[in-house]
């Protein structure tokens, strides 16, 4: 994934991580879900307890407030949707985004068993040329949609982009699934969609930009409210 996210150095920046301090992850706030309502529709998240630093940051985010009003910024059909520029919540049209956040970053999480099948959530972060920890934007995050592979789509993605094997289970989900194999162990994964799919399909189709703020919905698709609900079998 190309370059998303500066550190922000303005006083706003720094003003959010002050107010970031009052905010605190109860026991209780880990057993929840979280719900995004979008003017598509609403995707409900799990967040993963495999990855404590970024599920409780992501908690954080939520219960603050910061990511309500966000624009889903950066969409591309069979690959993504991008969402968390804090910058974004009253961005004219046209404006190109992307380098929002709260002015840090959070380390990276990277587990075997998490990997980038459809609707996984999964954080942003700098390129590795300015970036070779790997770690995560404060709060930019993308729900994976993808395509399925066949096996010599897989073998090319071991070859070209991996240099290592994908596990067979994890080939199966792939070749029936889909999903983005080749950001496996270079993006953390720190949750999954376990209600909302076909708002994820819904939004990965829009219309976007071809110019300046390439890859942003030429209509905007907004988060209007997230917040933590309570967990149910889906």
Same mark, same amino acid.
């Given at each position: 994934? $190309? @370059?998303?996210?500066?550190?922000?150095?303005?006083?706003?920046?720094?003003?959010?991580?002050?107010?970031? /301090?009052?905010?605190?992850? +109860? $026991?209780?706030? =880990?057993? &929840?879900?979280?719900?995004?309502?979008?003017?598509?529709?609403?995707?409900? !998240?799990?967040?993963?307890?495999?990855?404590?630093? *970024?599920?409780?940051?992501?908690?954080?985010?939520?219960?603050?407030?910061?990511?309500?009003?966000?624009?889903? *910024? &950066?969409?591309?059909?069979?690959?993504?949707?991008?969402?968390?520029?804090?910058?974004?919540?009253?961005?004219?049209?046209?404006?190109?985004? #992307?380098?929002?956040?709260?002015?840090?970053?959070?380390?990276?999480?990277?587990?075997?068993? !998490?990997?980038?099948? +459809? #609707?996984?959530?999964?954080?942003?972060?700098?390129?590795?040329?300015?970036?070779?920890?790997?770690?995560?934007?404060?709060?930019?995050?993308?729900?994976?949609?993808?395509? %399925?592979? %066949?096996?010599?789509?897989?073998?090319?993605?071991? %070859?070209?982009?991996? /240099?290592? @094997?994908?596990?067979?289970?994890? =080939?199966?989900?792939?070749?029936?699934?889909?999903?983005?194999?080749?950001?496996?162990?270079?993006?953390?994964?720190?949750? $999954?969609?376990?209600?909302?799919?076909?708002?994820?399909?819904?939004?990965?189709?829009?219309?976007?930009?071809?110019?300046?703020? =390439?890859? &942003?919905? !030429?209509?905007?698709? &907004?988060?209007? +409210?997230? +917040?933590?609900? $309570?967990?149910?079998?889906?």
């Amino acid at each position: 994934m $190309k @370059k998303i996210f500066l550190l922000g150095l303005a006083l706003l920046s720094m003003q959010w991580a002050f107010s970031q /301090k009052e905010v605190t992850v +109860k $026991k209780k706030d =880990r057993k &929840r879900d979280v719900l995004l309502q979008t003017n598509y529709g609403d995707i409900i !998240l799990r967040l993963s307890d495999s990855t404590p630093l *970024h599920r409780d940051n992501f908690i954080k985010l939520v219960k603050s407030g910061y990511y309500d009003s966000v624009l889903f *910024h &950066r969409v591309i059909n069979r690959f993504m949707i991008q969402a968390g520029d804090g910058d974004s919540k009253n961005a004219q049209a046209g404006k190109p985004l #992307g380098n929002g956040g709260p002015g840090y970053t959070v380390p990276a999480e990277f587990r075997p068993s !998490l990997f980038h099948q +459809k #609707g996984v959530l999964a954080a942003a972060r700098q390129g590795d040329d300015v970036n070779p920890q790997k770690a995560s934007s404060g709060s930019q995050f993308y729900i994976v949609q993808g395509k %399925t592979f %066949t096996d010599n789509g897989l073998d090319s993605v071991e %070859t070209y982009r991996l /240099k290592r @094997k994908i596990p067979a289970e994890q =080939r199966e989900v792939y070749k029936t699934i889909g999903g983005t194999p080749h950001l496996d162990q270079n993006y953390t994964i720190f949750g $999954k969609v376990v209600k909302g799919l076909d708002v994820v399909d819904k939004i990965a189709v829009v219309p976007t930009s071809k110019a300046e703020d =390439r890859d &942003r919905p !030429l209509q905007d698709v &907004r988060i209007i +409210k997230a +917040k933590l609900i $309570k967990r149910k079998k889906y």
